[in-house]
DNA sequence: CTGTATCCCTATGGATACTG
DNA sequence: CAGTATCCATAGGGATACAG
């Protein structure tokens, strides 16, 4: 038995399911849940420069993949809680090594786009 | 000094780079380049569904990042090798984890995916 | 072989306002 | 508080054909 499942394969599954990893906010998203569950605002203030919208239609992708679950808890004003599941939980390791890849690397990327333009203008 | 850069500050150059990172081929390229060098004909043939323009525009995002060479070896026709800089390879290392959990939760995503689904019937 | 050049299209996301 | 509802703009990417 080899491989089940190979990103390289044309028609693989796996392609959708790295399309959703690789969406714009997950990777926020993801990483922002990753000491407990947050409310809508709270999710929203913390990952700053997101629409309510964008975060709606993030949050509903990843519970329809099962990474997180919504618990409303009623009440008025409402309050709705956002939580990893297990699974949501799993990808949290893969998703902050690249977030920390990202905060890490910041210099010697800006250094290399700063060359690359310069480069440009002979 | 605490950190330098964080992902959830709004202006943090460190998006622009998960912005890179998240492009829908980047992480396809670095995986395709693990084992070493490869040509564009090869690279396209590797990543499979890839047009030539995606590659293209790809690679060359990459390059101004300081994720890879392009080494032009001239003749006729002509031979073009792409490669992973040492910055690159250390890129290599988170997203090589992306990969692996892709292809590993595939059934948990599309059970997961099925269910939601289901319920929506209701 | 290694790309460019077009054309087109739709999905993503921003801005803004509003509702239960 | 937790979203919806619109409208809109743009960039990314697909298809196809072609060039040095």
Redesign the interface.
Known sequence: MG????????T???R?????????WT??VV??LEHGPMRFTELKA????ITPKALTETLRAM?????LSRTDLGGNPPHVEYALTD?GR??L???R??????????P??????E???AEDAY
């Open positions: 491989k089940a499942y190979n990103i390289m394969a044309a693989c599954p796996s959708t399911v790295l399309h959703r990893i690789g969406a714009r990777v926020f990483n922002a913390h990952i700053r420069e519970q329809a993949d099962g990474l699974l799993s990808l390791v893969p998703l090594a690249v977030r920390q890849w990202a905060e890490a690397h910041v010697d990327i800006l250094a290399a786009r060359q690359a333009s």
